[in-house]
């Protein structure tokens, strides 16, 4: 199971950026497909994005397309969430995910991901 802490999470001004960083303690990093999620009160777990072991190669969810930029450092074992042009409906816990086994890309299966954080407070106000 990967080890990971998110930081970065705070409170923002609609409109504004923020960008979220992921530390990882895991081997075999480079090869580890990483994802972010996210979950306001209330609501299931969402899926925002996820990198592949190929860094440009990334996906996103609807919502976030053209405002967020999943990347990854595997010299730090790291991912990174940058988020511009935040809104309200943004606000959420946000957690990093690492998949389960090695070579494999879950996307938006949660079942395929291992060593969730506690993650970090995003909070965006109007």
């Known amino acids: 199971q990967v080890q990971l802490v998110e930081s970065g999470g705070g409170l923002v001004q609609a409109g504004g950026s923020l960008r979220l960083s992921c530390a990882a303690s895991a081997a075999s990093f480079a090869g580890i497909a990483m994802a972010w999620f996210r979950q306001a009160p209330g609501k299931e777990r969402e899926f925002v994005g996820d990198i592949s072991w190929i860094p440009s190669s990334t996906d996103y969810a609807n919502s976030v397309k053209g405002r967020f930029t999943i990347s990854r450092d595997n010299a730090k074992n790291a991912v990174y969430l940058q988020m511009n042009s935040l809104k309200p409906e943004d606000t959420a816990i946000y957690y990093c995910?690492?998949?389960?086994?090695?070579?494999?890309?879950?996307?938006?299966?949660?079942?395929?991901?291992?060593?969730w954080g506690q993650g970090t407070q995003v909070t965006v106000f109007s």
């Open positions: 995910a690492a998949a389960a086994k090695i070579w494999s890309r879950p996307r938006t299966n949660i079942n395929g991901y291992a060593g």
